[in-house]
């Protein structure tokens, strides 16, 4: 069983910077794409950020520029750096991994974690 836990999340006026984390348990976590989702009120859930088990990263176009995945298979962790917050950014974020090699789609992601709430004031 592949368990995800997020934190990092909180309240940060507009402009500034969070680092949000999700540490992985089980002893897969190198083999497993994975990714950063969000999903605001009222919205579907969109794909924000994701890094394959190689390192190769991709990015939604909102995001790009400001935001960075990285990876630490040592630590079986996933890091999401947010920098130069919108308003627009604010929105639950979840941590997934998926067994493909990529994927920008929800519902490719086989593992989830319970998420952590990012608000962004004006």
């Known amino acids: 069983q592949v368990q995800l836990v997020e934190s990092g999340g909180g309240l940060v006026q507009a402009g500034g910077s969070l680092r949000l984390s999700c540490a992985v348990s089980?002893?897969?976590?190198?083999?497993?794409?994975m990714g950063w989702l969000r999903q605001a009120p009222g919205k579907e859930r969109e794909f924000v950020a994701g890094i394959s088990v190689s390192g190769s990263t991709d990015y939604a176009d909102s995001v790009k520029g400001r935001f960075t995945i990285s990876r630490d298979n040592a630590k079986n962790t996933v890091y999401l750096q947010m920098n130069s917050l919108k308003p627009e950014d604010t929105a639950n974020y979840y941590c997934a991994a998926t067994y493909l090699v990529f994927s920008a789609t929800p519902r490719e992601y086989d593992y989830w974690g319970q998420g952590t709430q990012v608000a962004v004031s004006a």
């Open positions: 089980g002893r897969s976590f190198s083999r497993y794409s």
